[in-house]
């Protein structure tokens, strides 16, 4: 059994997200932007300290609208600097405030973030490490597989005897179309 579905079934904070948000599919860009962010910010830390100051985030990142933390500026940085419910880490905040400004970009060529993926889809996983490491700053291969994997486009969020697997399935995940692995 996947170690994950195994400890998060009521766990105050992992229970939800696995219950209800790891692995299944999006196309909603403010989702996709926190979950990037998060998954940035855990980097060298605990996914049960993302979930734990994930309230924090959404408040110091104006709820991840991307067109508002794209318009940061040095006094923003310096607020996310100093905001003790966030990580503050200067690579990993100026990451989500570029990687916000890419966005745009990304939007105004694709229409969404969410197209932007899907239009890329299929492919291996280290091909989508190669695209997100030259499209987005702080891409590690981690970071992009957990983040693929969040959004349903790779497998292996679930057991596949998790009752949470099966509910996916049932979506159609983009991971069951292409080789994602």
């Not at 692995?23 to 980097?43: C, Y």
């Not at 891409?139 to 596949?160: R, T």
Request: some cysteine.
């Amino acid at each position: 059994m996947s170690e994950y579905c195994r400890i998060a079934p009521g766990h105050e904070y992992h229970g939800p997200y696995h219950d209800e948000e790891y692995g299944f599919p999006t196309d909603d860009d403010r989702v996709l932007f926190e979950r990037l962010v998060l998954e940035i910010n855990q980097a060298g830390l605990s996914w049960l300290l993302m979930l734990k100051k994930r309230a924090a985030f959404r408040r110091a990142y104006d709820g991840f609208d991307i067109d508002k933390v794209a318009a940061y500026g040095e006094a923003d940085r310096a607020r996310l600097l100093a905001d003790a419910g966030i990580v503050r880490n200067r690579l990993k905040v100026n990451a989500a405030i570029e990687n916000a400004r890419r966005l745009q970009d990304i939007r105004a060529s694709h229409g969404s973030f969410a197209r932007w993926i899907a239009a890329h889809h299929p492919r291996p996983k280290e091909d989508w490490i190669k695209l997100f490491r030259k499209s987005f700053k702080f891409m590690g291969g981690e970071v992009v597989g957990e983040f693929l994997m969040s959004i349903g486009y790779l497998p292996g969020a679930h057991a596949d005897h998790c009752p949470v697997h099966r509910r996916i399935v049932q979506l159609g995940p983009p991971w069951r179309e292409g080789p994602g692995q």
